[in-house]
Nanobody, 125 residues
Framework: QVQVVESGGGSVQAGGSLRLSCEVS????????MGWFRQAPGKEREFVAT????????DYADSVKGRFTIFRDVNKSTMYLQMNSLKPEDTAVYYC??????????????????WGRGTQVTVSS
């Protein structure tokens, strides 16, 4: 049974940094495209970043480009999201997701098969 579990959320002031972690168990992380999504109160869940199986490609939402970095450590079966220069509008619950199929769509919620429960990130001004 595949499980994905996030950790690393917290509260930080604007301009600060946080690193989120996502551990995958039950199947090799190498077999998944991995992604981060977030959901703010009253809003729909939105794409943040994704990394391909072979780490050859990464993609980011325009709102986080240049500030966030997605990467993985396959030996630890863990994916990370390094978040720098945080803004109050980054406040949300952040979700880790794993996508098994090799299809070209990579930034929509519906494409991902396994989800974590989320970790709260709060950025104060």
């Amino acid at each position: 049974q595949v499980q994905v579990v996030e950790s690393g959320g917290g509260s930080v002031q604007a301009g600060g940094s946080l690193r989120l972690s996502c551990e995958v168990s039950g199947r090799s992380i190498r077999t998944f495209r991995m992604g981060w999504f977030r959901q703010a109160p009253g809003k729909e869940r939105e794409f943040v970043a994704t990394v391909s199986r072979g780490e050859a490609t990464t993609d980011y939402a325009d709102s986080v480009k240049g500030r966030f970095t997605i990467f993985r450590d396959v030996n630890k079966s863990t994916m990370y999201l390094q978040m720098n220069s945080l803004k109050p509008e980054d406040t949300a619950v952040y979700y880790c997701a794993a996508k098994a199929a090799l299809t070209p769509v990579t930034m929509t919620v519906q494409e991902y098969d396994y989800w974590g429960r989320g970790t709260q990130v709060t950025v104060s001004s």
